[in-house]
């Protein structure tokens, strides 16, 4: 069969234009145009929607305001200073008498005697620093007072107080760091005596089931229980706990009780020995005589002694550095005496002679005579 070529007269495909009829419009908004152009929608139709680069602008506006809001919050925030409770700008620091319960105590007193010493050692002589802290060894002989054959504390009764009161024996032990069962121990490990110089301290209240802190000057002749190392832990006035003070810079507030003697150029810092003290040598200022007290003694156990080579705790100034350690100078740069009622320089002898050597002084003489291997946390002048 044969097939005819088609005639060149004749599509042989379909045509090269549109399709036949009329063109539809595209449904929807035309598209956005090019970059750079700037086509004007039809009349009445939806206009282009805002390119997303257009806003930049705008976001960076708001960006920067709230930039600036919250820099502005940071340093509101900030104030002028640190706080109280660190080394900013001050703080407050809180007098406490020797016969005066204070605020917030932990138990009631049990102090035997808060008489306070005649004697008080004077200022050194020469100018400090504001900036400067006074600082003495807790092993130098006649730093602590008391009466021979009496105890400052009645320490069984304190112990007796903490028992009856579960919530306060842990709060109490949280501040010893030690176990709560373990505060009957702790506390008869302690030596009770009296300061003979306003001494500075963290206190510690108990106030809601918890402890509290704050800084306090203790004054001369208070009742208090001191550690191996010779730093005050209990105010027996209140049952309170006590640890180093905290560093302060500035001015603080005093606030609290006073009294006459009171000169803030004689408290002073108690840093710890450098070894372990087996007796203290302490003033017995009635009996105008030096006592030898066994650590953890509570009088029991006391002697006459003879009176030191140094009967005055040497008082040391240095400026503090870091919160953690001050530079110690030596004792003959700044002592101190007492300025009444101290013993005699020469000691007349007494039947008590027949007790047996050796003088306690020997087992302290290295603690009182070296530099101590902690010193407190440095505070200004308060």
């Not at 005496?337 to 290295?366: A, F, G, L, N, V």
């Amino acid at each position: 069969m044969s097939v005819e070529p088609p005639s060149s007269d004749r599509p042989t495909g379909p045509p090269s234009g549109p399709l036949s009829g009329p063109s539809q419009p595209p449904s929807g908004p035309p598209s956005q145009p090019p970059s750079g152009g700037g086509g004007t929608p039809e009349p009445g139709g939806p206009g282009p929607r805002r390119p997303w680069w257009r806003s930049a602008p705008r976001i960076a506006a708001l960006t920067a305001v709230a930039v600036a809001a919250v820099v502005l919050a940071v340093v509101l925030s900030r104030g002028d200073g640190d706080g109280d409770g660190g080394t900013g700008q001050g703080g407050e620091v809180f007098l406490q008498a020797a016969d005066k319960t204070g605020p917030d105590p932990f138990t009631e007193s049990t102090a035997n005697d808060s008489s306070a010493p005649p004697a008080t050692p004077s200022p050194p002589t020469g100018s400090t620093s504001s900036n400067q802290l006074r600082g003495v060894d807790g092993g130098a002989p006649g730093l602590y007072g008391g009466t021979r054959n009496t105890s400052a504390c009645d320490v069984e009764k304190q112990v007796d107080h903490l028992r009856s009161a579960p919530d306060k024996n842990r709060a109490f032990a949280s501040v010893a760091r030690v176990d709560a069962a373990d505060v009957p121990a702790y506390l008869r490990s302690l030596t009770p005596v009296q300061l003979r110089l306003d001494t500075r301290v963290t206190n510690h209240g108990y106030v809601d089931g918890a402890a509290t802190s704050y800084q306090a000057v203790l004054q001369a002749g208070t009742a208090v229980l001191v550690d191996d190392r010779g730093e005050p832990r209990v105010r027996c006035a209140c049952g309170n706990p006590l640890t180093q003070p905290v560093p302060q810079q500035g001015t603080l507030e005093r606030t609290g009780d006073s009294w006459p003697s009171y000169r803030s150029s004689d408290v002073v810092v108690v840093t710890p020995s450098q070894t372990i003290i087996n007796v203290f040598v302490i003033y017995d200022a009635a009996g105008d005589e030096w006592v030898a007290r066994h650590r953890g003694d509570d009088g029991d156990k006391d002697r006459k002694t003879h009176r030191p080579a140094k009967p005055t705790p040497s008082v040391s100034a240095s400026t503090p550095t870091t919160p953690t350690t001050a530079e110690t100078s030596t004792p003959e740069t700044a002592t101190s005496e007492p300025t009444t009622s101290e013993p005699p320089t020469t000691e007349p002898e007494t039947p008590d002679t027949s007790t047996p050597p050796p003088p306690p002084e020997e087992d302290t003489t290295t603690t009182s005579q070296s530099a101590p291997t902690e010193a407190a946390p440095p505070s200004p002048e308060l």
